[in-house]
């Protein structure tokens, strides 16, 4: 088991013979106008246009920071399949997505893919990339089983008891990626302070706990 953290949110995750590319954001700004959110000034070890023969791709929601348009276009053709939470599907298609490579989960769905199974489980959080489209798509965390190894990528969440329901389901997890970074008691509701993301590891019963966000 390896992972490659590109900064944000976006890990690559290799395992079992797969390679697992979660919510890729390589663009410059996290935003439509870019002069407002300009991403983290990041050093880039290995440069994601390296990235080749991605297995599949999991994108937890539709915000600016997590499902870039650029990046989907850059890599598309390098990947077997997408998985998204429901209504995030559109957003590929209308970027020249095949539709039958797009793979849509409820909360609490599951599905094969090649060995590894992905399932789509809650988050507290919220979708939308304007004024007029705001929680018209599902948002997810989700869960990476394979033979050998249990990831769990939180996507964007406040905390709540999920993580609990979670853990019991399917836990123990070899690793969780928790978000951890832009936090501020205001927004407490949607994103977690850092002692809640230590608090969600433990309730998911992970054995180490990767900080993203």
Request: charged content about 25%; glycine content about 8%.
């Amino acid at each position: 088991l390896h992972f490659t953290w590109y900064g944000h949110s976006s890990v690559l995750i290799e395992m079992e013979g797969k390679r697992i590319l979660v919510d890729p954001m390589f663009g410059e700004a996290a935003a439509p106008v870019p002069f407002f959110s300009p991403r983290f000034p990041l050093e880039k070890p290995i440069p994601w246009q390296e990235i080749k023969n991605i297995d599949a791709v999991i994108i937890s929601h539709d915000h600016y920071d997590h499902l870039d348009y650029g990046s989907i276009l850059e890599l598309k053709d390098q990947v077997g399949h997408f998985y998204t939470a429901l209504g995030v599907g559109e957003h590929l298609k209308r970027r020249g997505v095949d539709p039958e490579r797009i793979t849509e989960l409820d909360w609490w769905s599951e599905v094969k893919f090649q060995g590894i199974t992905f399932v789509c489980t809650p988050a507290r959080h919220f979708s939308g990339r304007s004024l007029t489209d705001r929680n018209k798509s599902l948002w997810a965390s989700w869960v990476i089983k394979g033979l050998d190894h249990r990831l769990f990528f939180s996507g964007d969440s406040g905390y709540a008891n999920h993580f609990v329901e979670i853990g019991e389901k399917y836990g123990p997890f070899d690793l969780a990626f928790i978000e951890c970074g832009q936090y501020n008691v205001r927004w407490e509701a949607v994103h977690m302070m850092p002692e809640q993301s230590v608090m969600a590891a433990k309730d998911l019963n992970a054995n180490f706990m990767m900080p993203i966000h």
